[in-house]
């Protein structure tokens, strides 16, 4: 039990550094020094750098991609809209992963090309097939006459790029809860892509 709360505690340093100095301009010792152990001894906990970067990276992959399982087991108001409405629930899924850990968020949206060799290759495929799963909710849309747009591809991309811009600004505690901003963004989302009649 030390052992995982000691790693925790490494994560959560890492994340806050590597959000702050980015993770080029964050050191091993800067990492010890934020959980009050020695830099040599951080290395009975993990093995490298890389490895912090890459545990944090691929925890929030994982994150991100069981929150849009959920939605897609869920698949709410199908039967009403059809398969167009998957993407505003994908929005507000994808906003309330950010909100709910926005160091470790910020880390994976802005770090993850730091992690080398097959980790890089691994996370870069994973985020094409997560980016696919809006393109495809989009496309469904289009074909189903609820979206109207010319390229689903492009737009998932520019959606995905405005939501993980919450990670620049979002502080908790701000003016507005984790969820209202959820529902703002997807809302936001449904105009980027011309919604032609009301999603719930």
Known sequence: M??????????EAASSLFRE????????RDIAR???IQGASLYAHVTSKQDVLWSIVEHMASTFEAAADAVEQADPGAAAFGRGVYLIALARAHAGVITDDIERASV???EWRALLGDRREEIARRRDAY??????AIADGV????FEVEDPSLAATYVLTALNGLVT????????SARAIADLYADLSLRAVKATRPVP
Request: charged residues 30%; glycine residues 12%.
């Open 131 to 136: 980016e696919e799963r809006f393109s495809s």
């Open 34 to 36: 934020a959980v009050d």
């Open 21 to 28: 100095r980015g993770y080029s301009g964050t050191s091993v």
């Open 169 to 176: 600004w979002y502080r908790p505690g701000g003016r507005l």
């Open 108 to 110: 994976f949206v802005h």
């Open 143 to 146: 074909r189903t006459g609820v």
């Open 2 to 11: 030390v052992e995982i709360t000691r790693r925790q505690a490494i994560e």
